[in-house]
């Protein structure tokens, strides 16, 4: 077997440090605390590869999570490590064996390869807002049918890698809940976390479920006389202040002026400041201050390639007889960007930020007078604890004059004050496992759980709209398209002024545009607004401020035909393309594919019988169709001369039909007609089955429209139909694999609040006692859920090929 080492070079081009050799022997670890720039990305990312894949002993292969998911605070960081990830698994000839997944806010592909394919080892890269609404069922960008398969996928199997923990805000307890969690609720598959930073407050890592680090990774003495790393380590930079009035309205220009006399040709000058804002200001008058050098602005919100663009502006070889460049950034460059500054100019923030900051500045070590400046910030201190940037301001005072180092500079004992943040408890958790909105049509707000309210994102793409409202034909906006703004005050102030238009995930109908209220404005939402309201620039990004028409994405990265967000009465998955499917082939196909997924992600943490469940709902899960309201759907689906020969061939699942017509009643939902079968006429299909009551749910929630709770939809309120289905209802015999449903008269019983006379529990009920159960719980119910829901997708996707 290929050792560490050897893999290391392969992929890196250069020997892997001493540290992240005991990293692959031992496994990762809770808690990774080395200094800046001494390569903690490769530290966890070569190391879980080598002992998923490589490892001499299969039992270390096997307790390997197969999945390794890499979360971070900012986009910039999620692009520049999917760069340099993507290039060691290319150079390892891993790209097929491993894919690299990026989970990208505003567009949502229901069968992307993560999806599609959760058996294979895989690394997922993504923000906190990203992948932790992910963990917690609320996926932000994705459609709320589509939140419990990332849960079920995300919370089991998974290795988790927190990055930059200083910028993690909530999600920090967020994630060690979490962990803590599926100890105690239990997972189907071993699920891990790693939490790494240069600037680690072990304290915060304490919380209610999860009080101890077990396994902590830092930097010996014998690790710090690596010549590579000692080069990194003792690089020095002196510490001056500027004197800038942090109350004069030209502060910009001022703070511009102290970057630009010091920038020396051939060389890089960075300003690091606080908010985008000041960054904007100061970056115009750098412009204006210092004509013939190129200058960056960079910060969060850009559109993917723009930011990509200015990122490979900023990381450049610089040419040293050139004028060298300079780059004005937020906090995006505090972590993991890889810059090395002659001159970095800061404004005073939480000394943590510091460090981070100072660790861009001389980081190669290869620059002997390097100097790191400061001013005091904005007397409002924002966005950080007016007492953390004082208590930076007295320590950098009394570093005035003195070089400094990284290790340095993090082993000063500078106060900061502890964030109070929202902590997820049991009962949050529990409560995130029901995805249906209240009566009111709000879902629970996860917000405090991942980041302070003002930090939250939303998605904007821009589009010539000539001032009317997108039409139900407009693409949802492609991921090119989408620049992150802040869902907070600049964007209801601007709701107010323009028309700004947002999908209605609950629309009755499909794909429907409405116009966004400000009261609308909240986190993971798509926007879309008229190309001419102005608002943005690829060279400045996000400025409400600017004027002027927005110029649009390349037509190559313009989305392609619709393929319309999911709606409740969206069938869409029942048709295919030129292909006709009986229904007794596709449950024949569908349990085959949930017994190969398990036979690879089965035990340990999952019974024989809670598989087997699994396998017996792929076997009856659309069991429903044969209900007379589908399969009229599927003949109208039909050219007109083809229709008798397509009711004669019934009951069919897939259509291959060249026409779309809607069920009606038009709310009807199959999976509710299987699942009311099998608790009436159908029962006997569950004979010998030792989970009759988890195979019941998991066919009811393969669509994730059915979940804990059965709602009948405004419309039909004076019909006396649920979903489509009335009491009453005959569900005719049905061939399934090895024999035959009889037929069923369907009961809304179960549906109604309270037990039914007989006693017989109500749906409610028997989905809450199933998340209870101390076998299943929420993570191992939503993990078997997940598998049913993608072995219907897979087969249905085989059977297209096959044609």
């Not at 390997?64 to 150079?91: I, Y």
């Not at 790393?229 to 109350?247: E, F, I, N, Y």
Request: negative net charge; hydrophobic residues 40%.
């Amino acid at each position: 077997m290929t050792s560490f080492q050897q893999m290391a070079r392969t992929a890196s081009g250069h020997e892997p440090y001493r540290w992240q050799g005991r990293v692959a022997v031992d496994g990762l670890p809770e808690l990774l605390a080395v200094e800046t720039g001494a390569g903690k990305t490769a530290g966890v990312v070569l190391p879980w590869l080598w002992r998923r894949r490589l490892h001499p002993d299969p039992a270390v292969r096997g307790a390997t999570p197969h999945w390794l998911v890499f979360c971070l605070p900012l986009r910039v960081l999620v692009e520049q490590v999917e760069a340099e990830v993507s290039g060691w698994l290319r150079r390892l000839d891993l790209t097929e064996a491993v894919p690299l997944h990026v989970a990208m806010g505003g567009r949502e592909d229901a069968r992307d390869p993560w999806r599609l394919h959760p058996e294979r080892d895989a690394i997922v890269l993504g923000t906190v807002d990203m992948l932790v609404s992910r963990a917690l069922n609320r996926g932000y960008g994705a459609s709320r049918f589509s939140w419990p398969i990332d849960y079920g996928l995300f919370n089991n199997g998974t290795h988790w890698i927190f990055d930059e923990v200083q910028l993690l805000g909530p999600a920090l307890a967020t994630g060690r809940q979490l962990q803590g969690l599926r100890g105690d609720l239990q997972t189907a598959l071993p699920t891990s976390s790693t939490w790494m930073s240069a600037t680690v407050d072990r304290p915060a890592l304490r919380t209610v479920d999860n009080l101890t680090v077990d396994s902590v990774v830092a930097l010996t003495d014998e690790d710090r006389a690596d010549a590579r790393l000692a080069v990194r380590l003792g690089a020095t930079k002196t510490v001056r202040q500027v004197s800038v009035d942090p109350t004069d309205k030209r502060r910009p220009a001022a703070l511009a002026r102290e970057l630009v006399v010091r920038h020396r040709p051939g060389t890089l000058s960075l300003a690091v400041l606080n908010t985008v804002r000041t960054a904007r200001d100061v970056h115009a008058e750098v412009i204006r201050q210092l004509p013939g050098v190129p200058v960056t602005l960079l910060h969060s919100r850009f559109r993917p390639g723009d930011r990509r663009e200015r990122v490979e502006e900023v990381l450049a070889d610089l040419d040293p007889a050139g004028p060298g460049r300079v780059v004005v950034s937020t906090q995006v460059v505090e972590a993991g960007v890889d810059l090395s500054a002659a001159t970095l100019l800061t404004e005073a923030a939480p000394w943590p930020s510091i460090v981070q900051r100072a660790g861009r500045c001389n980081r190669d070590g290869l620059a002997d007078d390097a100097v790191l400046l400061w001013a005091e910030g904005l007397k409002t201190s924002a966005p950080y604890d007016a007492v953390d940037v004082a208590a930076t301001t007295l320590a950098l005072m009394k570093l005035e004059g003195v070089s400094c180092t990284a290790t340095s500079l993090r082993a000063l004992d500078v106060p900061v004050v502890r964030q109070v943040h929202a902590v997820l408890r049991r009962t949050d958790l529990l409560g995130l496992f029901d995805t249906a909105p209240d009566l009111s049509g709000n879902d629970i707000d996860i917000t405090p759980f991942i980041r302070v309210s003002d930090e939250l994102d939303l998605q904007v793409a821009w589009r010539p709209l000539d001032g009317t409202r997108p039409g139900p034909h407009e693409p949802t906006p492609a991921a090119a398209e989408l620049c992150p703004v802040p869902a907070g005050k600049e964007l209801r102030e601007l709701a107010t002024k323009a028309m700004l238009w947002r999908l209605d995930h609950l629309a009755r109908g499909e794909h429907t545009w409405v116009r966004l209220a400000a009261r609308d404005v909240r986190a993971g939402i798509v926007v879309l607004a008229d190309s001419q309201a102005g608002g943005y620039s690829p060279a400045q990004g996000w400025d409400p401020a600017l004027r002027g028409p927005v110029p649009l994405v390349g037509a190559d990265s313009q989305p392609g035909p619709v393929i319309p967000d999911e709606t409740l009465p969206d069938d869409r998955l029942s048709y295919a393309t030129g292909t006709w499917v009986t229904l007794q082939d596709h449950l024949r196909d569908v349990e085959a594919e949930v017994r190969a997924i398990l036979k690879v992600l089965g035990p340990p943490g999952l019974g024989a019988g809670q598989m087997e469940a699994a396998a017996v709902a792929g076997r009856l899960h659309d069991v429903g169709k044969a209900h007379r309201v589908f399969q009229s759907t599927m003949e109208r689906s039909a050219p007109e001369p083809d229709r008798p020969g397509r009711a004669a061939g019934a009951p069919w699942a897939k259509s291959g039909g060249p026409h779309r017509p809607r069920h009606s009643p038009r709310f009807f939902r199959h999976e509710l007609a299987s699942a009311l079968a099998l608790l009436g006429d159908g029962a006997d299909a569950l004979r010998g089955v030792a989970e009759p009551e988890l195979v019941v749910y998991l066919v009811a929630a393969h669509h994730g429209r059915i979940r804990l709770a059965i709602r009948s939809v405004p419309e039909e309120e004076q019909t006396g139909r649920v979903l489509g289905i009335a009491d009453g209802d005959v569900l005719p015999a049905v061939r399934i694999p090895g024999g035959e449903l009889p037929p069923c008269r369907l009961s809304l019983t179960p549906v109604q609040l309270g037990r039914a006379a007989d006693g017989a529990p109500s749906w409610a009920e028997r989905a809450l006692a199933l998340l209870a159960h101390e076998d299943l719980g929420p993570f191992r119910l939503s993990y078997l859920e997940a598998i049913v829901r993608l072995a219907d997708w897979r087969a249905s996707a085989a059977a297209e090929v096959q044609t």
